[in-house]
C-alpha cells in the first residue's frame, strides 16, 4: 500500500487492509455487548461499510481504499460522539 499507492491492492493485500479495521471494529462491538449488554450498531454498520470498502477494492488503488477505510472509521469515531452528547443531555434533562 505504501510502496505502491496507485496500483490496486493484491487479494491477500486488500484483505488485510480491510481487514484490520473490521477486526477492530467487531472487537469494539463484542466488548461493548458484554460490558452492557446492547448491541453497537454503529460499528457494526462500521464493519459493514468496511466490506463494501472492500468490495469497491477490488477495482480502486490503494489509497482510494485506504482514505475510505478511514472515512468509516473518522463516521463511526463520530456518530459514537453524537450519541454520547445526546445521551448526557437525555441524562441531564431527567436529573
Known sequence: MIAHP????????LIAVVGGPIIYLLAQALLRS???GGISVR???GVLACVVVGF???AATAVVVGA????VL?????ADTIAGVRRQ??????A
Not at 6 to 13: F, G, I, S, V, Y
Not at 68 to 71: A, E, K, P, R, Y
Not at 74 to 78: E, K, Q
Not at 89 to 94: D, E, N, Y
Open 6 to 13: 496507485t496500483e490496486e491492492l493484491p487479494t491477500a493485500e
Open 34 to 36: 458484554r460490558m452492557t
Open 43 to 45: 460499528r457494526l454498520a
Open 56 to 58: 469497491i477494492g477490488t
Open 68 to 71: 475510505l477505510l478511514v472515512l
Open 74 to 78: 473518522v463516521g463511526v469515531a463520530i
Open 89 to 94: 443531555r437525555r441524562l441531564g434533562a431527567t
